[in-house]
């Protein structure tokens, strides 16, 4: 039993953020509570956009949105700016989770119906995105609603309101990929999808479902996020690479079909304790960006053998690559014409 | 009847296989047409050096993207790595050009290397660029942590050369091009990069070394990531690491564009070249348009979705 939990990759990111918590809490005089409680407050953000990304990563090899960090500086300033002009901030969040769904809206023409591979669809969404952030951020005056950012600050007993929310929001997840046919379709387009197809599942619906879903929730991250921080044109840029990497640290198979929306927990709050840490050392951005890469390659270096696995078990399979199939949806285009 | 179909077959095949690029080609000449028509002066030697100076770093790391795309892998780290390159070029490589070459050296090597890592602990290269991609940031903040720093003489000189007869840009996108295209097109190590890429399984039961072939392709790789860095640092006369982060996903796009694909097994240098100076000349027809640079990358974005659409309508239109 014990040896099975540990063989399970997601336990890397848990057992990581607790190493860097007794690091923090070896060097400095702050409470160990206390850290916890800040990283819980700066983690779900990650986690909301992580959540996203998993569900995509989770669709097949080559499925992965890019366009996750333009959605988020963008969301931004719409859910700022309709906030500040209805004065509400429900509008304001809707308009957020709104620009993600329409910037996934160009993503999902593109790759369903241009059979563009998704890395290049949602690539070309995220530029156009990110010249409309530009372009908005010119001039921009409204300033983030103060009761949202002080409800996204309270943390009653030292645990964060959004982070319960979150954790709400990852129970649903869990439940969304276990428990409706939305979810096993999902899994099952992930684990082969001309088997899906010949099974009957609507790949493209479930493609297009997940797509916009990656989107919406880039969307909301955005918005909390402008109201938490402010708005600004690189709000999101930090949270592509991060968003990826939690999700693989997390233990979801980046060929597809087995999705682990605990695991984002542990890599999320592991990557926001290592910034914590290297703040309380006093190191430069240098030294953090060094640290953050050699512990992603490290950790996936050593979980590596996880996918080993699978590739003993089923031999004549082709090792699980990220791209083997990305133009899956070219293929199969192709197929049906040919 | 019959007998010309047959024989009107092979050509045809062989213009399914040609058509992405065809049609990025005729992109990159709308663009160019685009140019001339604005302001005449474009398509003289001078005019010419002007515009495509700025996509010579652009098509370098595309070819690089592509080695790594013809193994059926992705770069996520290229942007950074040739950042990174600028950096030790402006610093290392001015002080003490003994160490500097040294470095650069160990940079391709660090490339190979990773490449045996992936390769060896079966990880996604996406994610194992990922890192990578952290790394090189940190390693370029560390030596540089503010733009700046100044360029060898020969190079800054290679950057300002300017020949009479032709567009001095062209020669290193000609020049790396064919050298990619002879190794990875005609080469017998192209074969094994490329085999590897379209069916691993096969090259090893052929008793050929599948992690020689991907650590080549990286090196490769490597060795073309220090060169766009390199003519970047010469075109900009100094260093920054985040200069050239866009290139990691436009490169990607690049490679599409050109014919490229994400399933491994093809390599496309000339289509490489053709897809990286279209992208890289979105920002001088804006410039030429007066548009606002802020719309330089929605217009990129919606050039990919032209051309790849551009595509599907041609092959259907070739089946």
């Not at chain 1, 929306?261 to 951005?285: K, M, Y």
Request: with cysteine; aromatic share 6%; hydrophobic share 55%.
């Amino acid at each position: 039993m014990t040896l099975r939990t540990l063989a399970r990759p997601w336990i890397w990111g848990f057992v990581a953020s607790a190493l860097v918590w007794a690091t923090i809490l070896a060097l400095s005089s702050q409470g160990g509570g206390q850290t916890v409680s800040l990283a819980l407050s700066l983690a779900p953000y990650l986690v909301i956009v992580g959540l996203g990304q998993m569900l995509v990563i989770t669709a097949g090899p080559g499925n992965i949105d890019v366009s996750v960090a333009p959605v988020i500086s963008l969301a931004g300033f719409v859910a700022v700016a309709a906030t500040a002009a209805t004065g509400s901030v429900a509008v304001g969040v809707l308009a957020g989770i709104g620009t993600g769904l329409a910037v996934a809206a160009i993503s999902v023409l593109a790759i369903l119906g241009l059979s563009i591979p998704p890395i290049i669809a949602t690539l070309a969404a995220g530029l156009i995105a990110s010249s409309l952030t530009l372009s908005l951020a010119d001039g921009f005056t409204a300033v983030p609603d103060e009761g949202l950012r002080q409800l996204l600050n309270l943390r009653p007993a030292g645990v964060p309101v959004l982070a319960v929310a979150v954790a709400v929001l990852t129970a649903l997840v869990v439940a969304l990929l276990s428990r409706t046919t939305y979810g096993r379709s999902l899994l099952a387009v992930g684990q082969s999808r001309p088997a899906a197809e010949r099974a009957g599942i609507p790949v493209a619906r479930v493609l297009a479902a997940t797509y916009l879903a990656s989107g919406a929730l880039a969307g909301l991250a955005g918005a909390l996020l402008a109201a938490y921080i402010a708005p600004s044109p690189d709000l999101g840029t930090r949270y592509l690479l991060d968003s990826v990497a939690v999700v693989v640290i997390g233990g979801t198979l980046i060929s597809g079909g087995r999705a682990v929306p605990v695991g984002i927990w542990g890599s999320a709050l592991f990557f926001i304790l290592l910034d914590g840490l290297v703040n309380l050392v006093g190191w430069s951005t240098a030294a953090q960006n060094l640290l953050k890469g050699g512990l992603v390659l490290f950790v996936l270096f050593l979980a590596g053998g996880g996918t080993r696995r699978d590739a003993t078990t089923s031999r004549p399979r082709r090792r699980p690559r990220p791209a083997t199939a990305a133009t899956a949806a070219t293929t199969t285009g192709d197929n049906t014409h040919g | 009847m019959t007998n010309l179909v047959v024989a009107a077959v092979p050509p045809r095949a062989q213009l399914r296989r040609l058509a992405p690029a065809m049609v990025s080609t005729i992109a990159m000449f709308a663009m160019v047409a685009v140019c001339a028509s604005l302001q005449s002066d474009v398509l003289t030697v001078t005019g010419l050096t002007l515009i495509l100076s700025a996509t010579v770093p652009l098509v370098i790391a595309a070819q690089a993207q592509m080695m790594l795309m013809s193994v059926g892998d992705i770069d996520l780290g290229i942007g950074n790595f040739v950042g990174l390159v600028t950096v030790i070029t402006a610093t290392k490589l001015v002080s003490s050009p003994g160490t500097g070459m040294l470095f650069l050296v160990g940079l391709v090597a660090a490339y190979a290397l990773l490449g045996a890592l992936i390769h060896l602990r079966r990880v996604p290269s996406l994610i194992a660029t990922l890192g990578a991609s952290f790394v090189w940031l940190g390693l370029g903040l560390f030596v540089l942590p503010t733009p700046g720093g100044s360029t060898p003489t020969w190079l800054a000189t290679f950057g300002s050369w300017a020949p009479a007869g032709f567009p001095a840009p062209l020669l290193p996108i000609l020049v790396a091009s064919a050298l990619v295209w002879l190794l990875a097109s005609r080469g017998s190590v192209g074969v094994r990069v490329r085999a590897f890429g379209s069916n691993p399984v096969a090259l090893q039961r052929a008793g050929l070394s599948p992690l020689a072939a991907r650590v080549v392709a990286y090196g490769v790789a490597g060795a073309l990531g220090v060169l766009a860095g390199l003519l970047l640092a010469s075109q900009t006369g100094g260093g920054d690491v985040s200069s050239a982060s866009s290139y990691t996903l436009i490169t990607v796009a690049a490679v599409i564009l050109g014919g490229g694909s994400f399933r491994g097994g093809n390599a496309v240098p000339w289509g490489v070249a053709i897809g990286g100076v279209t992208l890289g000349l979105v920002s001088v027809v804006l410039s030429l348009l007066d548009v606002p640079s802020n719309m330089q990358s929605a217009v990129q974005g919606a050039i990919v979705l032209a051309v790849l659409a551009g595509r599907v309508v041609v092959g259907k239109v070739l089946r």
